[in-house]
């Protein structure tokens, strides 16, 4: 049996990083990945990368003004092809990264734990054993498949993986599930052209931000043809042989509506299915995740999780984050943690919304004295040079410190001022600072002046 330093299941961003990183410190290792179709994990293969190609190829469209659905259908193609082709280039990239290292082995395989220090490996040829001193989860997460009538072999259902694959446009998409991937799609399909409606369980939308926030987001969708159906419960999707027939109930009534294409988009779970944990001694949360410390650590002492599976924030940068912190174990001081890292997000809608810190809800469950700040976007000269004036503004700031707790965004290029305001956040500045900031101009970073004018 083949004996190695390190053994990596799964090739996300936590994982390949680390294995590059081991192997440059002429660490020997393996990298187990189940489908060659996803070398370079999710991000580059079915998530972040060919959905914001999509989302900019998307854009492009709305600039040609497509008249006619066949016109429209050419575009959407064309684009599903330039994110085959960038998906392809960076898969390709990512395994001749590792592959080209003497020390790292890639494996194209299902791993899954024998004990605490052997893996199994079950390739197209063979099942091989292999032996790792230290061992790393970087399994991602999987969409999360709601208990609805109709789903399972129903042609017409997606997810957000295969429906990046489909090569015609739906002229009528719905979408199940109003969060950050449900909202990133309306926008994408709405802008190609196809005619789309979110069925959202909750009556707001991404319910982990503040109301006045969500109803910004919705009022901007539905300025751009969005349907929404809120506060409803989808009951079936029906194979109505043409199409799909979505059956749902708001407020007491049973509701029918025809779709091309359904996309299922109710979240994504910690991916554990098949590892074979309890051989290792490797404990779960209620929830599903691999149990791990704030250093990452799982209940067993050579074993450690990354990224998604670990049950944290799903995005890319927690899980190179991740990384950070497990390297830091085995060659820093071991300090770094993941309890005292402030994380900002993107979402890619049309203007997008990014986010950093507490919202005003959860501030004031915190038990802070706040000030609120707020600013329209329409107040933001670039926006309207943009032609872009659609948007709010928001930030939360301690009365009693002048540190600020959080800033909400909903502006065009929203996703580069958020790490401005994520520095400010991390230097502990008070929010004088960015108040007081001398900007360059014409630009959205500059709106930050007025913002925090309270
Ligand atoms: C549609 C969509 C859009 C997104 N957009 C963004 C975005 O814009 N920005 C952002 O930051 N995040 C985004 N995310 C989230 C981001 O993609 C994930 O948080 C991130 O990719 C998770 O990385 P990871 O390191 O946890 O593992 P992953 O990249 O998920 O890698 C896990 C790998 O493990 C493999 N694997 C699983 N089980 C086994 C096994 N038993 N044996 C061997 N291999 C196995 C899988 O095939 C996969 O390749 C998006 C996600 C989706 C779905
Ligand atoms: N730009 C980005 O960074 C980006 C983009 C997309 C996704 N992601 C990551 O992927 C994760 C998963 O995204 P997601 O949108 O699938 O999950 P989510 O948890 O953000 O949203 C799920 C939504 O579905 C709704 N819902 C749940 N069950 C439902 C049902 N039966 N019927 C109708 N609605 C229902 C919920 O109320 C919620 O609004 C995100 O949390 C994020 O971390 C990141």
Redesign the pocket.
């Known amino acids: 049996m083949k004996h190695y330093d390190a053994v990596i299941?799964?090739?996300?961003?936590?994982?390949k990083t680390l294995a590059g990183s081991l192997a440059g410190m002429g660490k020997k290792v393996a990298m187990?990945?189940?489908?060659d179709k996803?070398y370079g994990?999710?991000?580059i293969n079915?998530?972040?990368i060919p959905?914001?190609s999509l989302v900019n190829s998307a854009k492009a469209s709305v600039i040609q003004k497509p008249g006619s659905y066949e016109e429209k259908n050419r575009l959407y193609w064309e684009a599903v092809e330039e994110k085959r082709r960038l998906t392809g280039m960076l898969r390709k990239k990512n395994f001749d990264k590792l592959n080209d290292l003497d020390n790292v082995t890639v494996y194209n395989g299902?791993?899954?734990f024998v004990s605490a220090n052997r893996v199994k490996i079950e390739t197209a040829e063979e099942t091989l054993e292999v032996e790792g001193g230290q061992i790393f989860i970087?399994?991602?997460?999987v969409s999360v498949i709601p208990p609805i009538k109709g789903i399972e072999g129903n042609p017409y259902v997606y997810t957000?993986v295969s429906l990046m694959e489909l090569d015609v446009l739906p002229k009528r998409l719905a979408i199940i599930g109003g969060g950050y991937?449900g909202l990133?799609y309306a926008s994408m399909y709405t802008d190609f052209g196809a005619e789309v409606t979110v069925y959202q369980i909750e009556d707001k939308l991404i319910p982990r931000e503040d109301r006045d926030i969500a109803e910004a987001i919705q009022k901007a969708f539905e300025d751009k043809g969005v349907h929404f159906e809120m506060n409803v419960q989808t009951e079936e999707i029906e194979n109505a042989g043409s199409e799909a027939v979505v059956h749902y109930k708001k407020d007491g009534t049973a509701l029918t509506a025809g779709a091309d294409a359904v996309l299922i988009a109710t979240g994504?779970k910690p991916?554990t299915e098949?590892?074979n944990l309890e051989a290792a001694g490797v404990e779960k949360t209620p929830r599903g995740a691999v149990k791990v410390d704030e250093k990452l650590r799982t209940s067993v002492p050579n074993i450690w999780a990354?990224?998604?599976?670990a049950g944290g924030l799903?995005?890319?940068?927690?899980?190179l984050d991740d990384f950070r912190i497990v390297k830091d174990q085995l060659t820093g001081s071991g300090k770094r943690a993941s309890s005292d890292r402030t994380v900002p997000y993107s979402v890619?809608i049309d203007p997008p919304f990014s986010r950093v810190g507490l919202n005003e809800e959860e501030a004031a469950a915190q038990g802070y004295h706040v000030k609120i700040a707020k600013l329209p976007a329409a107040a933001i000269p670039k926006a309207q040079v943009l032609r872009k004036p659609v948007g709010l503004l928001k930030a939360v700031i301690d009365a009693d410190t002048n540190k600020i707790l959080g800033t909400m965004l909903f502006c065009e290029e929203s996703y580069e001022m958020i790490n401005i305001v994520k520095l400010a956040m991390d230097a502990g500045l008070d929010y004088t600072v960015l108040r007081d900031q001398i900007f360059t101009h014409p630009t959205m970073s500059e709106a930050l002046n007025d913002l925090f004018a309270v």
Not at 306 to 309: A, E, L, Q, Y
Not at 314 to 319: E, R
């Open positions: 299941i799964g090739f996300g961003k936590g994982g187990i990945e189940k489908s996803m994990g999710t991000c079915v998530g972040c959905t914001k299902l791993g899954s970087n399994t991602g997460s957000s991937i990133e994504r991916n098949g590892l990354m990224g998604d599976v799903q995005f890319t940068y927690v899980s890619f």
